[in-house]
């Protein structure tokens, strides 16, 4: 006997039924459903923003390096329940005001900000090369090594 025998005895009764019956039937089989998608629940994605847990600071010529463990709160990832990346230190430094944040890694070393604070290299837009030129000239390098 399989689990969906109700479902095969209702198939036997309803090729009996009517036009007016399976049309009442119908009517009731869609409020039914109404019903059973409002108990289901609600798939909502987790986004919890990035939470993070300082565990060692320090002040160097105007930076602050902070150890941190941090919870990116992605959805299906391990540190769901706890901060469980890293620890990795990060470096927090300001310029005019506006807060620069640089990812160090496992290991400490000090960043020398103002290398940090220019450009490491100008964006293709501002040599006014179409994206396809630019993508094709790193092909072409890429290609020449190997
Ligand atoms: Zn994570």
């Known amino acids: 006997m399989s689990h969906c025998q109700?479902?095969?005895?209702l198939r036997a009764a309803l090729v009996k039924l009517n036009l007016e019956q399976a049309q009442l039937l119908h009517c009731d089989?869609?409020?039914?459903?109404?019903?059973?998608?409002?108990?289901?629940?609600?798939?909502?994605?987790?986004?919890?923003?990035?939470?993070?847990v300082v565990?060692?600071?320090?002040?160097?010529?105007?930076?602050?390096?902070?150890?941190?463990?941090?919870?990116?709160?992605?959805?299906?990832?391990?540190?769901?329940?706890a901060p469980t990346h890293g620890p990795y230190w990060y470096a927090y430094w300001r310029v005019n005001d506006r807060q620069k944040t640089r990812y160090i890694g496992k290991r400490?070393?000090?960043?020398?900000?103002?290398?940090?604070?220019?450009p490491q290299f100008s964006p293709a837009s501002t040599y006014k090369l179409p994206l396809k030129v630019v993508k094709q000239a790193t092909e072409e390098l890429v290609s020449t090594l190997y």
């Open 29 to 52: 089989l869609e409020n039914l459903i109404e019903q059973l998608q409002a108990l289901k629940p609600q798939h909502q994605p987790t986004v919890v923003k990035a939470h993070r």
């Open 55 to 81: 565990q060692q600071v320090r002040h160097i010529e105007g930076v602050t390096y902070q150890l941190e463990r941090v919870k990116c709160g992605k959805e299906g990832c391990k540190c769901t329940d």
């Open 108 to 118: 400490f070393k000090t960043v020398n900000i103002l290398e940090q604070t220019k």
């Open 6 to 9: 109700p479902i095969e005895d």
